[in-house]
């Protein structure tokens, strides 16, 4: 197991243009989560999966910003109609869902950093 | 609200001594996990260690240890003998509730290691 995988590790785009990002999960993690990281701030959280089933999404998100999930393994993030502050690291991270100290961590990807020109 | 607080934006160490990370947290489920992550320059989040709130002791592993103070409400790192190696960007996390998988993140705290 190579651990979370992202796709592409960078991204530079135009405002207005759509991107879409990918992450492939630790094979045996049933939840998949996506963050959102600015410089020198902490990540915040987006949305997460359990399987194919989207279980929450930040009140926060734009509806420019959609995940998918659709067979309980990869992930992909689009995010229509770019903007500047869209700019940031985009996370992805998998954990498996069950009891005891070593269930529930997340392990995350190397990122996608998106630059909106 | 569930909000996680850490008010020191940078530290500073010598290497091989101890240094303490704060991290504060708010929440009303009695049921949470709390997180340490160590994020250096190159970007990746690596998980250090975790205390859930039903722990009686608190958590180790090797140089680091978390001083989980409940009724405090607060989760301080405490990295032992530090090394160069050690200096990076460090979050403290919460997942607040059993029934859900998602971490809220504080700012995180910028630590340097000097030889």
């Known amino acids: 197991d190579t651990g979370v995988s992202q796709d592409p590790r960078h991204k530079i785009t135009k405002r207005g243009q759509n991107v879409t990002f990918r992450c492939d999960p630790i094979s045996e993690h049933n939840r998949l989560y996506w963050y959102r990281q600015t410089l020198g701030q902490g990540p915040e959280f987006l949305t997460y999966f359990q399987n194919e089933a989207q279980l929450e999404k930040s009140r926060l998100l734009s509806d420019r910003f959609s995940a998918e999930r659709p067979k309980g393994s990869f992930s992909t993030l689009e995010i229509q109609r770019t903007e500047q502050g869209d700019s940031a690291m985009y996370l992805c991270?998998?954990?498996?869902?069950?009891?005891?100290?070593?269930?529930?961590?997340?392990?995350f990807g190397a990122g996608s950093r998106l630059t909106v020109l | 609200a569930q909000k996680i607080t850490q008010t020191q934006p940078g530290m500073f160490v010598q290497e091989k001594e101890a240094v303490t990370l704060d991290c504060t947290y708010d929440t009303s489920d009695p049921s949470y996990g709390l997180f340490w992550y160590k994020q250096p320059s190159s970007g990746e989040m690596i998980f250090l260690i975790y205390?859930?709130?039903?722990?009686?002791q608190n958590a180790t592993e090797g140089r680091y240890s978390l001083n989980f103070q409940k009724a405090r409400k607060s989760a301080n790192l405490v990295i032992s003998a530090s090394q160069l190696g050690d200096s990076a960007m460090y979050f403290c996390?919460?997942?607040?509730?059993?029934?859900?998988?998602?971490?809220?993140f504080g700012q995180g705290t910028t630590l340097q290691v000097k030889p």
């Open positions: 991270a998998s954990s498996l869902r069950g009891r005891g100290p070593g269930a529930n961590v997340l392990t």
């Open positions: 205390q859930g709130s039903y722990d009686q």
């Open positions: 996390a919460m997942r607040a509730g059993s029934n859900t998988g998602k971490l809220i």
